[in-house]
Each structure stands twice: as C-alpha cells, then as structure tokens.
C-alpha cells in the first residue's frame, strides 16, 4: 500500500494576520446584523441573523455592480487568494487623490502581472479624522493602471476611499470589475503588516446569486 505524501507548512516560519472586522451584533442601521438564538429539531442551539451581503469584511464580485456580472460562485477561488502588495499611503495630504504617478512611485518596483494591492492609510491625522475628504481616494486613471497591471483584487478598510464621491467611486468599480477583479471592503488591523509584499486570503461563503459575501480575510508574511 502506498502512503500518501504528507503536506507539510512550517508555520513557525511566518506570520497569520487577521485582517477581518468584527462585526459586533446588532451591527447599525446601515449595515444590520442581528441575531436571535434559537433551538433545531435536536434541541442544540441555532442563530437566525438578519444582515444583507456587505456587512463587515466583505468580497465583491463583478454582480455588486452588473446585473449580468459573475456572481462569488461563478469565480474560481484563486481569485480571492495570491500574491498581494501593500499600498502604503503615509501622509494622506500629499496623496489625497492617488493616480497613476503615485502608485508607479508606490509600487511600481514589486507589482507584478496578477498581483493583488491591498491599501493602507497610515497617516496619524486622516485616522483620528471622521471627514470622508480627509482621507486617501482613486482617480478613474489610478483603476485604469490596476487594470493595466491585470490587478486580481483590490482591498481597503474604513480609512481608504475608492473614489472622492459617487461618481468616482462609480468609475473605479466599473473599470475594474468589469475585467472580473474583485473588490475587498471592511479591512481591519492593516496596521499588523510589517512587509511590503505578502500572501493574502479572503474566501466568500460559497452562495449562489450572491453579489458579494462576508469573508474572513488574513495575510501571511514571512518572519
């Protein structure tokens, strides 16, 4: 009989960073999520939750923004996993509005073809800042050199805005996921990453039709 070949990671050699939000019941108005335990037919406890698909860290797939676009079942898992680059913006009012000149100075030197760009504001004041305008944002031109790039996902978290209003935003989604590139939303603790290069996950609850889906996000970094 032949044994099969065991696998083996040495996780001693790197780091596991969550990097998902924690949704705390009942959630607010605009993003709910309420529970209310309940009991199945063998007596064990069940949660019924009301919520809807962008609720704390969250994938979007190309159907967040077209109706006949492919919805989280329809893409392969290695789109929502890879090699990721970190975007790192250290003074926002220097990069408010970030273009192709930016991240060409940003990155440029490690992005490779298939990359996935997860972005950090880590400027002190635009984080103890509440205003939307005081934080970093994309230029429809900054999406159109992802795409250039055949970028796989993009990710932000609360500090990070993905165009200066709607219109904008509008754009960067449009340019983007038509191409299939997925978006990640509601990132937490991007302040753990110590490197400039890393693997990243966030894998989608596996639901058809779904637009987007809650996801549990991580990074991996070398020691």
């Not at 676009?69 to 509005?97: I, N, T, Y």
């Not at 960067?172 to 990132?187: M, N, R, Y």
Request: proline share 5%.
């Amino acid at each position: 009989m032949t044994c099969m070949k065991t696998f083996d990671i040495d996780l001693a050699r790197y780091r596991i960073i969550d990097l998902s939000y924690e949704v705390v019941p009942p959630g607010t108005q605009e993003r709910p999520f309420r529970t209310k335990r309940g009991y199945l037919a063998d007596r064990a406890f069940k949660h019924a939750v009301t919520t809807h698909s962008h609720v704390g860290t969250h994938v979007e797939a190309p159907a967040h923004f077209f109706a006949g676009g492919k919805d989280v079942c329809e893409l392969p898992l290695s789109q929502f996993l890879g090699r990721a680059v970190l975007l790192d913006v250290p003074d926002a009012k220097v990069a408010m509005a970030i273009g192709p000149d930016y991240l060409e100075r940003a990155i440029g030197d490690i992005m490779q073809f298939g990359d996935i760009v997860i972005c950090r504001n880590h400027d002190p004041e635009s984080l103890r800042s509440a205003r939307p305008e005081d934080k970093p944002c994309f230029v429809p031109a900054g999406a159109r050199w992802l795409a250039a790039r055949q970028v796989k996902m993009v990710g932000i978290d609360g500090h990070f805005r993905l165009g200066k209003d709607i219109e904008d935003g509008r754009a960067f989604h449009d340019i983007l996921q038509s191409q299939d590139v997925c978006l990640v939303e509601f990132l937490d603790n991007l302040c753990a990453l110590s490197q400039r290069q890393f693997f990243f996950m966030a894998l989608p609850w596996k639901v058809r039709k779904l637009d987007s889906s809650w996801a549990r996000a991580i990074a991996i970094e070398a020691k």
